[in-house]
C-alpha cells in the first residue's frame, strides 16, 4: 500500500487540484476553473481554522480534502463540514482518501470542534467504515443525499 504524503494545500497545488474537482463535482454546472481555484486560495489565505489538504504521491498532488465552515447551499444549519474529498481514479483504494479523511478529522478536532459533518450519497460505505453515522437523507436538486456525521 502506498503512504501518501499529506500536507496542507499550497498555491503550486491549486490549479491540479481544481481541474480534479471540476470534473468530479462539478461537470455541468457552469462552475470555472478560475472560481474554483479562487475557492481553494481562500482556503489557502484563511483564518486556519479553514483547511485545504492535499495528498502527493513523489510530490504530485493525487488528491484533496478540505474543512469548511459553511457547505455550499446546505439546507442544515450545521459547522464544520468535511468537504471535497477527491483522490484521483488511479490512486483509489490504497488508503489515500482515509488518510485525507483523518487528516481533516485532526485538524477539526485541534479547533476544537466537538462534531463534523459532511454530504455524501455514493460514498457512505466509505465514511461508515471510517466511524461516521448516517443522520437524515433528503433530496437536493432533485438528487438522494445523506447528512453524515462524527463525533471528534
Known amino acids: 500500500m502506498m503512504r501518501p504524503t499529506i500536507e496542507a494545500m499550497a498555491e503550486g497545488d491549486v490549479e491540479a487540484i481544481a481541474r480534479?474537482?471540476?470534473?468530479?463535482?462539478?461537470e455541468g454546472t457552469g462552475r470555472t476553473l478560475d472560481e474554483d481555484m479562487a475557492g481553494l486560495r481562500g482556503l489557502i489565505a484563511g483564518d486556519g481554522f479553514e483547511a485545504a489538504f492535499v495528498a502527493?504521491?513523489?510530490?504530485?498532488?493525487?488528491?484533496?480534502?478540505?474543512?469548511?465552515?459553511?457547505?455550499?447551499?446546505?439546507?442544515?444549519?450545521?459547522?464544520?463540514?468535511?468537504?471535497?474529498?477527491?483522490?484521483?481514479?488511479?490512486?483509489?483504494?490504497?488508503?489515500v482518501g482515509t488518510a485525507l479523511v483523518r487528516t481533516v478529522e485532526a485538524h477539526a478536532a485541534s479547533a476544537a470542534a466537538?462534531?463534523?459533518?459532511?454530504?455524501?450519497w455514493?460514498?457512505?460505505?466509505?465514511?461508515?467504515?471510517?466511524?461516521?453515522?448516517?443522520?437524515?437523507?433528503?433530496?437536493?436538486?432533485?438528487?438522494?443525499?445523506?447528512?453524515?456525521?462524527?463525533?471528534?
Open 114 to 120: 466537538g462534531t463534523l459533518y459532511l454530504y455524501t
Open 122 to 152: 455514493q460514498a457512505r460505505g466509505f465514511y461508515e467504515a471510517l466511524g461516521w453515522s448516517a443522520l437524515e437523507t433528503f433530496e437536493q436538486d432533485g438528487a438522494p443525499m445523506l447528512l453524515m456525521s462524527r463525533k471528534l
Open 20 to 26: 480534479l474537482r471540476l470534473k468530479a463535482f462539478f
Open 56 to 95: 502527493r504521491d513523489q510530490g504530485q498532488p493525487i488528491g484533496s480534502c478540505l474543512l469548511v465552515r459553511n457547505e455550499i447551499s446546505s439546507p442544515h444549519d450545521l459547522t464544520p463540514w468535511l468537504a471535497g474529498l477527491i483522490v484521483e481514479e488511479e490512486h483509489r483504494g490504497g488508503g
